[in-house]
């Protein structure tokens, strides 16, 4: 799938090229992702201002930076939510040809419907394409391998906050997504929860393959889970770092610690960044 603004980028930057050693393959599904010159404005005020990235299929990205520098409002183009002012966004398939993603997303809120049961809300990713019986027997599979099996028929209201966000990430799962988007899933959880989540986050994503693009507050998360972190500032990449170190990560490795330091001194405007 292309999306092409009004107005077309002129000479994008070359992407940098990251190639990822991935310890299972990437998913069949999984779509790259190419911006150029990608900028969002609302009125006068310019949120993405030329942004030209390549993400390869079955990577993990994640989008850091303060507050307003545009990372959720580039996370919406990416889904459709938003149309660029100018620039381009292309989706491409294995072959390197335009393709129709299938992109989900996960809020920071589960947003799970209060009237369905957990199975059900699953089902809902699932659309209506597919046999009720089919789909609920898909729903309590996927429950089974996030350790919600025996939730399968309650309600949203007698889950934990934790359990909550799993339903809502088997949700956008089930459908076997070639790109998962992730508007700070975790930042609403507990200090262990969120740790647990991660793991999760982390097996799915080397199990399934999909091309993930996480946006986070938090540099730890986003080392501990990505192959490459983007720091914005203002609109722009100001930092583009690839996290060189095989999946799963210890929580605590002092080669981590480091690129977390490089992170948080391009966030704060410091010479962290070389």
Known sequence: MTIVAHERFQSPADAPDYEIDRVSPVGAGAAAITLKGLEKSFGGNRVLRGINLHIPAGQFVAVIGKSGCGKSTLLRILMGLDAPTVGELHFEDAAGKDTQANARIVFQEPRLLPWLSVAENVVVGLGDKIDKRVALREAEAVLSEVQLSEKTGDWPSQLSGGQRQRVALVRALVS????????????????????????LLNRVWRELGFTAVLVTHDVSEAV??????????????????????????????ADLAELEGRLLAAILGSDGGH
């Open 176 to 199: 076997k997504p070639g790109v998962l988007a992730l508007d700070e899933p975790l930042g609403a959880l507990d200090a262990l929860t969120r740790i647990s989540m991660q793991e």
């Open 224 to 253: 501990h889970l990505a192959d490459r972190v983007i720091v914005l500032d203002e609109g722009r990449v100001a930092l583009d770092l690839a996290i060189p170190h095989p999946h799963p990560r210890r929580h605590g490795n």
